[in-house]
């Protein structure tokens, strides 16, 4: 069975002609692949600081406390009990996310970008990282509370910035929203002449412009020190990801929304939606960015231009952002974060609950999304291994019990509905599991002899 | 390669973690104690000079700080290793700005800096992302089109070839982006890109393409800083010094005299002075340094702050940016129309209000209006930086002071004692609010349990005695109906300890402090190399001669900033990788 990105691509490729569509390699690996099975996405989200303890004295991971707005998803849910995190052991909110995605305190790649390195090239984005406010207490963190550490992607040791600009983050998927001459794919021997020259003059131009950026960064490199290497690599990262971007087609169709109301989380409806660039909200507050990047995430998803994405929502320990659209205004988050722990008070437990509750309403809103966009013979969430996870399991720096719970089948190597009890095994074993759901088999990530192997959750 | 940068231990002065304090501090507190929520540090450092802590554990075990995972810039001992710095937005904007003379630049985003150690300019954090590689390409792309005349820009008399036109146009103007000569490939490749534009467009379109290339390239893009082997070390070129001392102190390229000096090797440790003091005469120091302050103070974001608007109705856009005003103005003032000294920005009662602003501070507003006066703070009320409302209301709470985020702004910023994360599983509990009690009451709960004492005196002593100013720097002698008590006490410095009763007597005190004034030495170095000092113990001895030798007529702002210009720090790096 055909899935409709492949159809939506065939008739994109008909308009270019049969030989464009050869020597554009973005294509050629989605038309082999639509005709055997959906692609397996990765997609890792966090919320900051932790969750409100229970009854048990354990984080309320209940359908009917912070994760209520997940009770429609619920079969679609494994959560994972009972992982420790023995690398996070003394951090504080900061260190707790690095050791979160990269299961050490040395380690220099996140689970994602080991991913990616394995089936980044399949897509026009290798992978993707999505921040809302995560920079919003920048600043105030002091030393070791560094931003450095707060990131939620790692590559060679160096954090990468995640996009937090819902504009610049469409203008890099869906290029720009001014016309332009329809980019054309590279001319290669035996291919008929372009009809339209300018457009290839275009191409050409651009293409000369990025072989001369290269070639300074590769000059660079043989004079710069071991320790800047990581940082070039990154750049010229950049310059490919814009040369494969002369070679797609920017996104064709009518914009479209999926936004509800002011202050209230967009509706989770879109089933059969197309592959359209959303409609932003061009709006500054955390509730309407998010809802852009929300939809900016879907359809990153929903148009195959990335199979790994990250999303990060906020950052633990923020001394900044309040949240007045919930009535919470007498804290920022890391005043709830440690004022949800003090049991002779328990108005800040409740504000705090209704924050992290808020972030669960948001994340629901993209998983919802995509299991209503069919995908072959299922849904984009049946294909996806979502982790969803947090820095923190308390907001008093608390690691342990780990917070993790997977979202989606992972194209079926993942059987939800159900608890998955890691018998205190460290999470690095998690990060393994989400890596051979998407075929690449790991035996050890992070802190050396935390990886005792990945968790059989099919 | 990365692995073992881990087990290389953090310098010994940065990052001591007591061990006495770490265990008392772990101790499970249960309910009714703890810090208030807001308060990420117990655990604390060595001071960076030796002090009589009796608490210090000798050759206790070090801690790595998270996101070290790189090689660090800065060792413990020696020279920092050579970097590429990526421009700042503000340095790039300034850059292309002043290349092509423009008066403006296209408004067109860049991806904001991640910020390190409250700085936006640390080399370790600033790359180049995939969208900010876009951004520039579609920045310099915009640029380039948008030259009114490329022909005036790169003459080319009638009868001349192109190529040797745009040989010419490289070499000059390729100067002037890369902030060197170019060499003989470098300027082949560029007229390469002009060459294969000529078939497709014209002459204009050619020098367009070039500049475009130019705006986008590595050699504009990052501020190399690698220098070349000269005996243990490497000695930065003159032209690379040229282009640190210009971004230090003007925030841009540097200018045709500075390029000159560079090419005429005139940039020795002890030219450079020459051109340093040139530089500190043009009206864009004045912005360089205000950025340094800015950052120095956290206040770089104050104006998108926002409190709890039910308990600080007063607390007014116009307000805040009255706030920054004050600060600003009073830093010109003091450091490039007054006598420049650290001391007088830390204790002068001189400052400049508004209406708005004299109003917050409960003084007379009559005869004042919109504009920036200079005004009198009171004797008893505030002295210099410190107590200023802009400083005070950003180290608070949304709807209250935290004398904690006070305690600790004191003691990492004006000492420049890092505070290390809480111990693991420390039951860290907030204070109840209570409207009955003064924040000093309700602290001292937990300054008393012993289990947080050991850490807290270091930190709650420092924040208490700034409880005059409320969350949103207002004066107040009372709270809660009852009176403030401000005593407060330094401990653990190298030579102010002791008790003190409020702001305006705690800014004497840091003011008469040789460790805050190598603390300000230290974080003006951290700003001036974009990266951390703190860990090291070059940069603490470099901090500490150049207050030594400003001292005897005061550390001077402008001066202390022309000795980091002339130090070893600034023109050398390590010969390791």
């Known amino acids: ?173 869906f290029g720009s929203a001014a016309p332009s001459p329809a980019p054309l794919p590279a001319p290669t021997a035996g291919t008929p002449p372009p009809a339209d020259t300018q457009a290839l003059a275009a191409y050409q131009r651009d293409k000369s412009l990025l072989d001369y950026l290269t070639a300074q960064l590769g000059a660079i490199k043989s004079i710069a020190g071991t320790g800047e290497q990581a940082k070039l690599d990154q750049h010229l990262t950049a310059l490919r990801e814009m040369e494969k971007g002369l070679m797609s087609p920017s996104m064709p169709g009518a914009p479209a929304t999926m936004t509800g109301g002011s202050g209230t989380p967009p509706l989770p409806v879109m089933p059969g939606a197309g592959c359209t660039p959303p409609t932003l909200s061009d709006a500054a507050d955390l509730p309407k960015v998010g809802a852009d990047m929300n939809q900016l995430a879907y359809q990153a998803i929903n148009c195959d231009l990335t199979r790994v994405l990250t999303f990060q929502w906020m950052s633990s320990g923020d001394q900044i952002q309040r949240f007045p659209w919930l009535g919470i205004n007498s804290n920022h988050h890391h005043g709830l974060e440690h004022g949800s722990m003090d049991p002779d008070d328990p108005s800040v437990k409740v504000d705090f609950t209704k924050c992290q509750t808020w972030f669960m309403e948001q994340i629901g809103v993209l998983l919802q999304a995509l299991k209503n966009t069919p995908d072959g013979a299922s849904n984009l969430l049946d294909s996806s291994a979502v982790l969803v996870s947090t820095d923190m399991t308390f907001g008093d720096h608390q690691m342990e019990p780990h917070v993790a719970f997977t979202v989606g089948k992972a194209g079926g190597a993942f059987r939800p509905g159900r608890d998955y009890f890691g018998d205190g095994k460290a999470h690095n074993n998690l990060l393994l599991t989400m890596a051979k759901a998407m075929g690449v088999n790991l035996t050890s990530i992070g802190d050396p002899g935390l990886s005792t192997g990945a968790f059989d959750l099919s | 390669m990365h692995a073992r940068t881990l087990s290389k231990p953090v310098p010994q002065v940065g990052a001591i973690l007591l061990l006495s304090l770490a265990a008392s501090c772990s101790t499970n507190l249960g309910s009714g104690s703890g810090s208030r929520s807001g308060s990420p540090a117990t655990g604390v450092t060595a001071p960076g000079t030796p002090s009589a802590n ?26 920092a290793r050579g970097v590429l710095r990526r421009l700042t937005n503000a340095e790039y904007r300034s850059t292309v700005q002043d290349l092509l003379a423009l008066g403006a630049l296209p408004a067109d985003p860049l991806q904001l800096e991640s910020r390190s150690d409250g700085y936006n300019n640390f080399s370790d954090a600033l790359t180049v992302s995939p969208t900010l590689g876009g951004q520039y390409a579609a920045l310099a792309k915009r640029v380039a089109q948008e030259i009114p005349d490329p022909t005036a820009l790169a003459p080319c008399a009638p009868g001349s070839a192109p190529t040797d036109c745009a040989l010419s146009f490289v070499s000059d103007f390729g100067k002037r982006a890369f902030r060197r000569p170019l060499t003989n490939a470098e300027a082949q490749a560029a007229v390469a890109l002009f060459d294969g534009e000529l078939p497709r467009a014209d002459y204009a379109a050619g020098i367009r393409l070039i500049v475009q290339a130019f705006l986008q390239s590595p050699y504009l893009l990052y501020r190399f800083e690698l220098g070349t082997p000269v005996g243990p070390t490497r000695l930065l070129s003159p032209f690379e010094v040229a282009t640190e001392l210009s971004y230090m102190l003007t925030g841009s390229a540097p200018d045709a005299e500075l390029l000159a000096a560079a090419q005429a090797d005139s940039l020795s440790p002890t030219l450079v002075e020459v051109q340093a003091r040139r530089l500190l005469a043009t009206p864009r120091a004045r912005e360089s340094l205000l950025s340094l302050m800015q950052q120095w103070l956290h206040l770089q974001g104050i104006k998108s702050l926002s409190k709890d608007p039910e308990v600080y109705p007063e607390l007014t856009p116009e307000l805040w940016s009255a ?255």
């Open chain 1, 1 to 173: 069975m055909m899935s409709k990105h492949f159809l939506k691509r065939r008739s994109l490729i008909h308009q270019l002609g049969a030989a464009a569509f050869l020597a554009a390699p973005v294509f050629r690996s989605v038309f082999a692949e639509a005709q055997v099975m959906s692609p397996r996405r990765l997609i890792i989200i966090t919320f900051p600081g932790g969750l409100a303890d229970d009854a048990k004295g354990l984080p309320d991971l209940s359908f009917t406390g912070t994760l209520a707005p997940l009770a429609p998803l619920q079969s679609d849910i494994i959560r994972i009990m009972e992982t420790s995190r023995p690398s996070a052991t003394g951090e504080g909110h900061s260190g707790g996310m690095r050791t979160l995605i990269t299961g050490g305190r040395s380690a220099p790649d996140s689970i994602d970008q080991l991913v990616a390195q394995q089936i980044g090239s399949a897509t026009r984005f290798s992978s993707l990282q999505l921040g809302v406010f995560t920079d919003a207490g920048e600043g105030m963190e002091g030393l070791f509370q560094s931003l450095m550490a707060r990131r939620i992607a790692y590559s060679n040791g160096l954090p990468l910035t995640p996009d937090q600009d819902p504009k610049a983050l469409f203008t890099r998927l």
């Open chain 2, 54 to 79: 009796p608490d210090l554990v000798p050759g206790a075990p070090v801690v790595t700080p998270p996101g070290a995972m790189q090689i660090p810039v800065t060792p413990p001992n020696g020279p």
């Open chain 2, 323 to 577: 706030m920054a005003e004050e600060t600003t103005r009073f830093v010109n003032a003091v450091v490039w129309d007054g006598d420049g000294s650290l001391r007088t920005l830390m204790i002068s009662q001189d400052s400049f209000m508004n209406a708005t602003l004299a109003q917050h501070y409960g003084l007379p507003v009559a005869n004042l209006g919109a504009d920036f006066t200079p005004q009198q703070v009171p004797l008893a009320e505030r002295a210099g930086l410190l107590t200023q409302a802009s400083v005070m209301a950003v180290h608070a709470n949304p709807d209250e002071s935290n004398p904690i985020v006070r305690g600790k702004f004191v003691r990492e910023r004006l000492l420049c004692q890092p505070l290390l994360p809480p111990p693991p599983n420390l039951m860290i509990q907030p204070l109840k609010p209570d409207p009955t009690r003064t924040a000093r009451e309700r602290f001292l709960a937990h300054s008393n349990n012993p289990a947080c004492a050991g850490c807290h005196r270091l930190i709650d002593p420092l924040g208490l005695g700034l409880e005059s100013y409320d969350g949103i720097g207002r004066f107040r002698s009372m709270e809660n109906g009852k009176p403030v008590d401000v005593t407060g006490n330094f401990a653990s410095t190298r030579d102010i300890d002791g008790p003190f009763v409020g702001g305006v007597a705690m800014a004497q005190k840091l003011a008469a402090s040789t460790e805050a004034a190598d603390c300000f030495a230290l974080q003006a170095m951290q700003w001036t190399f974009g990266r951390s000092t703190l860990g090291s113990d070059t940069d603490r001895a470099l901090a500490a001669s150049i207050t030594t030798k400003l001292a005897p007529a005061g550390v001077n702002v402008r001066e202390l900033l022309v000795e980091i210009a002339k130090s070893d720090a600034f023109n050398q790096r390590s010969a390791q990788p």
